[in-house]
């Protein structure tokens, strides 16, 4: 995300938060006689002590998204693309690799080569001399080449809309294959990234010691209409506020809702330590 995008981003979300505050504070001030019609005060949680199970109040949840959707009522994935297989390409690119890295690689790759078609006629030597700068290009490239290869052969050249078809091409993994189906062709299902993963547990939302048992939990809490939009928040979210050694608790406008017991309080210079996560950016 850009800085000036981020700043942006940062600053809707203290509005948010701000917001939910003030409401907090004129409920309490109401008490009985709070008038009705008036908004109801955002469920705050205890800190949550080791070995206490989280809250999976429903109400809780649906805070948390309604926030979300406040500061960001449109959020987009990272990765450039044109089309279903440029998003494809993209995505399997990715793997253990920046956003950033991939689109500096693939802005000139599909100019000269946005379908499977004009891949194979590039051929995979060219290809990894365009990907290079990916790390491990080599096999990339390979799977990319073969990825092609069965959707020329087995789809006409179209990315198939089925998690079993996307999962039976190279290089893809159902990581991969839920990007394609959120992004591509707007389905509401969740690609549980190293991002999501560690947000997932440590706010808590859905607990789970692999990607699909984090996958499957939030697919059960998250109300249906934050669903399709879910995978964007927790990314960007993980990515930029509540990261891996340095949460920025300080500007989180979900502060006063997480549970996690190493929450900093509002300081960020502390390095935490976390639950164990599956390795970054899994296909």
């Given amino acids: 995300m850009p800085d000036f995008a981020l700043g942006h981003y940062n600053a809707q979300m203290r509005k948010v938060r701000t917001a939910a505050q003030k409401t907090l504070v004129k409920s309490s001030r109401g008490g009985a006689h709070a008038q009705a019609g008036k908004a109801e005060p955002a469920p705050q949680e205890p800190r949550r002590r080791a070995g206490q199970p989280p809250s999976q109040d429903p109400a809780r949840i649906k805070e948390i998204f309604r926030r979300f959707k406040a500061a960001n009522p449109h959020p987009k994935g990272e990765l450039d693309h044109v089309n279903p297989y440029t998003l494809l390409v993209a995505v399997v690119l990715s793997a253990q690799s920046t956003d950033k890295g991939v689109n500096k690689a693939t802005k000139p790759l599909f100019l000269c080569a946005d379908t499977p078609e004009k891949m194979l006629a590039l051929g995979e030597e ?158």
């Fill in 126 to 283: 060219k290809l990894r001399d365009m990907i290079k700068t990916i790390g491990f290009f080599r096999a990339k490239a390979k799977n990319v080449i073969a990825l092609s290869e069965r959707l020329v052969k087995d789809f006409g050249g179209v990315v198939p809309r089925s998690r079993e078809a996307l999962e039976s091409l190279p290089g893809v993994g159902r990581k991969t294959a839920n990007v394609v189906l959120n992004i591509a062709f707007g389905e509401p299902v969740i690609a549980v990234d190293t991002h999501i993963f560690r947000v997932s547990n440590r706010i808590p939302l859905a607990i789970g010691k692999t990607p699909l048992e984090v996958e499957r939990g939030l697919d059960a809490l998250i109300p249906a209409a934050y669903k399709h939009d879910a995978h964007h928040w927790l990314i960007l979210h993980g990515r930029y506020v509540c990261k891996s050694r340095k949460p920025d608790c300080g500007h989180c406008l979900i502060s006063d809702l997480c549970q996690w017991p190493g929450k900093l309080a509002g300081k960020d210079e502390t390095p935490v330590t976390e639950r164990s996560s599956p390795a970054r950016r899994p296909g």
